[in-house]
């Protein structure tokens, strides 16, 4: 899956999509897309992700107590 780094707009493929929808984790594993060569994978903040479009990434990927803060 293509994600975007929210700051600088570069585009990162996720290595690791169990840790992305995984809400108790904080981090995610993915690869830079940007230049020829494919880079090293690096783990990043969800925080710093957003979707290509430019949304941020559901909460309930982000929260893991996101029900119980509604009420």
Do not use: I
């Not at 990162?12 to 020829?36: C, I, W, Y």
């Amino acid at each position: 899956m293509f994600l975007k780094e929210a700051k600088t707009g570069d585009l990162v493929d996720v290595v690791d999509m169990a840790s992305l929808t995984n809400p108790f984790k904080r981090h995610v594993t993915v690869q830079f897309q940007s230049g020829e060569d494919l880079a090293d994978p690096v783990s990043v903040d969800k925080q710093q992700l957003a979707f290509p479009s430019g949304e941020g990434l559901p909460e309930c990927w982000m929260n893991g107590y996101y029900r119980l803060q509604q009420r």
